[in-house]
Nanobody
Framework: VQLQASGGGLVQAGGSLRLSCAAS????????MGWFRQAPGKEREFVSV????????YYAESVKGRFTTSRDNAKNTVYLQMNGLKAEDTAVYYC????????????????WGQGTQVTVSS
């Protein structure tokens, strides 16, 4: 599975962005999808995960209530809608995929995208 993240950019604090992660290659079927981020000088951190059918989602406390993840399996794409952005949300955002949702949540997914930069100006 190849993952291509897009949608990053520069936005003012309080603004919104929607990230996309398109999967190609092997079947997307059955994969849980996650979003992670890494700010300069910091370790990569978990943002969200969504189950294969989208019925189950889980978010980091720092983004709960502001970010929403969703997926369109017909398009092999997962999304991260980010509202109420803050300067501390500035990071490179990565998507990840694995049939094991726990592995995604733990940051040990088998497949990772290349990352997209999100910069929030205060």
């Amino acid at each position: 599975v190849q993952l291509q993240a897009s949608g990053g950019g520069l936005v003012q604090a309080g603004g919104s962005l929607r990230l996309s992660c398109a999967a190609s290659g092997r079947t997307f079927s059955g994969a849980a999808m996650g979003w992670f981020r890494q700010a300069p000088g910091k370790e990569r951190e978990f943002v969200s995960v969504i189950s294969w059918i989208g019925a189950n989602t889980y978010y980091a406390e720092s983004v709960k209530g502001r970010f929403t993840t969703s997926r369109d399996n017909a398009k092999n794409t997962v999304y991260l809608q980010m509202n109420g952005l803050k300067a501390e949300d500035t990071a490179v955002y990565y998507c990840a995929a694995d049939t094991n949702a726990l592995a995604v949540r733990a940051g040990s997914a088998r497949y990772w995208g290349q990352g997209t930069q999100v910069t929030v100006s205060s």
